[in-house]
């Protein structure tokens, strides 16, 4: 292994696709070209809840070019899929595409189009007729918990909705010098990954071959196995290049199904990409959250009691749990505290992780009540939070990892310039605006999934690593590239990298920010095991210089083997040339933590955000004008992606605190902002200035880097640190996201 000076772990380093990606050499799904494939286009349901009384499908199909229409009567057999061990089978909407009749959401598929061109699919797919028996959609924002049992079945297993409690949170609060008892709201929102949802499904005989824009290839070919009745040899899902997904391309949608039953029907290899609109409706959105916080505390600021109760949305074949009270019970110190949740089902499509699941809404709520008690005491919003550090995660009764929240608090107040703060609303001015400023907390669980992974060092000096992980614009290709240099010392740009294949040994999803943290174990004992075969290599091979050494008494080091302690090694290209080999291949493994029932220590991320809003009154314009954030995510394998990934975080948090919103129009059901248009997501022009500090503590228990994942917690908590700079600047306290400029017209 590389010395630390020259580690090429822990350093900026750009990324070994780029160039791919400039020159269009990369190929995202949608650029894989078949012989004879055709193109798919849905038909999506144009009422939210009701009935197909007819569809007539006979204009469509006699259209010139087209292939089929598919629909109920034809599709052929589809299983249903079960989850199994680990992260195999999951998916939201398990309903096997056009099962029955029944329209659920307003979207749904209710037919597909398969044509030569892609011109006439979507011809003939506004050529079929539906008729409807239609009832009132229930799209209502207003959410009350719907009557269900203690304990729910949600997309991981079973779950009690008295989430966590402990000491007596009722009467510590009735008691509690100082109340605190507000409901946040954050709305629907939807992914807008850059490249949409694509698939091209094709068959050879009995093997199914799709390529798909997948967060988690492996997850998804246990899915299609299961609802094609296949064994997993028999399916194949390759995914070399995503436009991103932020949660809406982890688990499968009922489209990869549909495109598979297509190929099957036609005999060719179907291509289908959603329209932009489409990804409003069938591809996952991040629920509506209604949470009601209640805090007491002493006048100083010490919390006493803490409630989270809160109610999402859910649609009418998902059971996907949004779980916003996962961090409540360790973020800070409270002896009483209740979290429960409750669901609300509506007529919308699944729901679905989207990036900080759960833990984003639900810190907007927590920290948000945090800098609203902090301003009923006049305490410093930084000072309350140290007030309340815990020496231990309070709901395990376990000591975390690795936590330095309140270093994170304090290089941010200095970078920020936090001490020059005037806590009086609307007291600060710069060049005639208003400036607001405000901070929160945040955390982000870090854990590994199982992974496997294989690494060839080869006669050209080469070495390749591989595993069936996806890189999905978070920088997965050089983490991996970056892993086999530091454990092989063969250059950078000597290291060949393959994933998104299931031909490749299984990795993880990228998801839950665990890709990174997952791989770095596996790539390492894959790498050893190659160069534990190179070492019996050379001392085996006739003429070379260590014959008759134990493979004990040699060592590797930067691409070379040397005798122990001695000068002069042969680099590993010479050993294999030498033996007549191609390469020297190892395999390595990687088990799980994630969902531990035995932890031996609290597994987070940390950090904080400091905001500033500017705002002028006369002409109600509000802007994010400059943010510092803080993260404490262990060691940090590549600083360049890592600080990339937390600004692209941060861009989407102003996305959440002012823009973001999907309107479902209560006639009809449908999400009627479904355009990039007017679903607003923060540009450029709304980027402020955002400055990015980690910390460098390598956490040991995650993997041997120390590397905890980062593509999630830049989202936790930067809403909060916005709205409560709004605050600051208009004294308008906003607890219903986005902040709206007429919420400030008062
Ligand atoms: Mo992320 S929501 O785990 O893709």
Redesign the pocket.
């Known amino acids: 292994m590389s010395t630390e000076q020259t580690s090429i772990v822990g350093r900026d380093t750009v990324r070994v696709d780029g160039p791919r990606k400039v020159t269009g050499v990369a190929q995202y799904t949608s650029d894989f070209h078949f012989p004879g494939m055709l193109y798919a286009v849905p038909v999506a349901a144009t009422i939210a809840n009701g009935k197909i009384t007819k569809l007539d499908t006979a204009t469509a199909e006699k259209m010139p070019g087209v292939r089929a229409i598919l629909h109920r009567g034809n599709i052929g057999k589809i299983f249903r899929s079960i989850p199994g061990p680990g992260f195999a089978g999951i998916c939201e909407e398990r309903r096997p595409p056009f099962e029955d009749d029944v329209v659920r959401y307003y979207g749904q598929y209710i037919a597909l189009a398969v044509a030569e061109t892609f011109e006439t699919a979507k011809a003939a797919a506004d050529a079929v007729r539906a008729t409807y028996a239609a009832e009132k959609a229930n799209v209502a924002s207003h959410l009350v918990a719907d009557e269900e049992p203690d304990e729910v079945m949600t997309t991981f297993g079973p779950r009690k909705r008295l989430d966590n409690q402990r000491g007596d949170p009722d009467a510590a609060f009735a008691n509690a010098p100082v109340k605190l008892d507000y409901t946040y709201v954050t709305p629907f929102e939807t992914h807008n990954p850059l490249e949409p949802h694509s698939t091209t499904a094709m068959w050879e005989g009995q093997t199914l071959t799709l390529y798909e824009s997948s ?1 988690g290839v492996v997850n998804l070919r246990s899915v299609l196995a299961q609802m094609f009745g296949l064994p997993i040899e028999q399916v194949r899902v390759i995914t070399k290049f995503v436009g991103s ?3 809406s391309k ?1 688990w499968p949608w009922t489209l990869c199904p549909l495109a598979a039953a297509a190929a099957r029907q036609v005999g060719k290899p179907v291509r289908l990409v959603l329209p932009r609109k489409m990804m409003f409706h069938a591809v996952g959105h991040r629920p509506l959250t209604q949470q009601h916080v209640r805090l007491g505390a002493t006048p100083e600021g010490k919390l006493l009691s803490l409630h989270h109760d809160y109610v999402y949305t859910r649609s009418m074949l998902d059971a996907h749990h949004e779980d916003c009270g996962e961090a409540t019970p360790f973020q800070y110190s409270v002896p009483n505290l209740r979290v429960s949740f409750g669901r609300a089902k509506r007529n919308v499509g699944g729901g679905a ?3 900080g ?1 759960g833990r984003v809404p639900g810190l907007y709520a927590t920290e948000s009540a945090l800098n609203e008690l902090a301003r009923q005491l006049n305490v410093d919003p930084v000072q309350l939070r140290v007030m309340n550090e815990p020496n231990i995660d309070e709901s395990l009764g376990l000591p975390f990892s690795s936590r330095h929240l309140l270093e994170c608090f304090q290089l941010g107040s200095e970078k920020f310039g936090w001490s020059k703060r005037n806590p009086a609303v609307g007291s600060m001015k710069r060049d005639g605006l208003t400036l607001g400023w405000g901070m929160a907390g945040c955390s982000w669980i870090a854990a590994r999934f199982s992974a496997a992974a294989n690494v060839q060092l080869r006669d050209d000096g080469t070495c390749r690593v591989a595993s069936a992980t996806q890189d999905i614009g978070t920088g997965t290709y050089t983490i991996l590239a970056q892993l086999a240099s530091e454990r092989t010392g063969v250059p950078l740009d000597k290291v060949e990298v393959e994933l998104g294949d299931t031909s490749l040994p299984e990795g993880p999803l990228s ?2 920010s665990i890709a990174t943290g997952s791989v770095v174990n596996a790539v390492f004992a894959a790498a050893d095991e190659a160069i534990g075969s190179l070492k019996m290599i050379a001392i085996s091979t006739p003429g070379s210089p260590f014959l008759g050494h134990k493979p004990d008494e040699l060592e590797f080091k930067d691409g070379k083997v040397f005798v122990k302690n001695g000068a002069n090694g042969v680099p590993f290209s010479d050993v294999l040339r030498r033996a007549n080999l191609r390469m020297a291949s190892g395999n390595g493994q990687s088990a799980a933590t994630f969902g531990d029932p035995k932890p031996k220590f609290s597994t987070q991320s940390f950090g904080c955000h400091f905001a500033e809003v500017t705002w002028q009154p006369e002409i109600a314009r509000l802007r994010v004008s400059r943010v510092v954030t803080v993260i404490d995510a262990g060691k940090i394998i590549n600083t360049l992606a890592g600080r990339n990934q937390i600004q692209g975080a941060v861009v989407m948090g102003v996305g959440m605190a002012l823009l973001e919103r999907t309107e479902y129009d209560p006639q009809n059901g449908a999400p009627i902002n479904s355009s990039l248009a007017d679903y607003l997501v923060a540009v450029n022009a709304d980027a402020p200035s955002i400055e990015v500090h980690f910390l460098d503590y390598p956490d040991k228990e995650i993997n041997q880097v120390g590397a905890r994942g980062i ?2 917690i830049g989202l936790a908590g930067i809403a909060a640190a916005i709205t409560d700079a709004v605050h600051h600047a208009t004294g308008v306290r906003v607890r219903e996201l986005p902040v709206k400029i007429e919420d400030l017209l008062v």
Do not use: A, I, S
């Open positions: 967060q997904g932020f949660g982890l992780d989207m990036r699941p998801g839950g593509g999630e």
